[in-house]
Nanobody, 114 residues
Framework: VQLQASGGGLVQAGGSLRLSCKAS????????MAWYRQAPGKQRELVALITSGGSRNYADSVKGRFTISRDNAENTVDLRMNNLKPEDTAVYYC?????????WGQGTQVTVSS
């Protein structure tokens, strides 16, 4: 199983980025897909998730700014991030979960400058 994340980078506050995660060697459509993030010195936290049925949940801190979407034909999950803030700076991780399956990508750095 491989989760390959891409799309991170450096952006100014107020800017936008789109993260993408491509999964391979899993039955993608049955997995709940999620994005987590971990800032220096902090615990990893859930940012957004999308279930196999398309239901979405967001952390309160990103509601109205971030949008998660999935493409089951392409085995990808995207995170569109708008109006980025310095506190969004973190390493972002893609996660796939189904019953006992719990897979993680390698992480992609997002840095938001003020």
């Amino acid at each position: 199983v491989q989760l390959q994340a891409s799309g991170g980078g450096l952006v100014q506050a107020g800017g936008s980025l789109r993260l993408s995660c491509k999964a391979s060697r899993i039955i993608f459509s049955i997995h709940t897909m999620a994005w987590y993030r971990q800032a220096p010195g902090k615990q990893r936290e859930l940012v957004a998730l999308i279930t196999s049925g398309g239901s979405r949940n967001y952390a309160d801190s990103v509601k109205g700014r971030f949008t998660i979407s999935r493409d089951n034909a392409e085995n990808t999950v995207d995170l569109r991030m708008n109006n980025l803030k310095p506190e969004d700076t973190a390493v972002y991780y893609c996660n796939a979960n189904y019953l006992r399956d719990d897979y993680w990508g390698q992480g992609t750095q997002v840095t938001v400058s003020s």
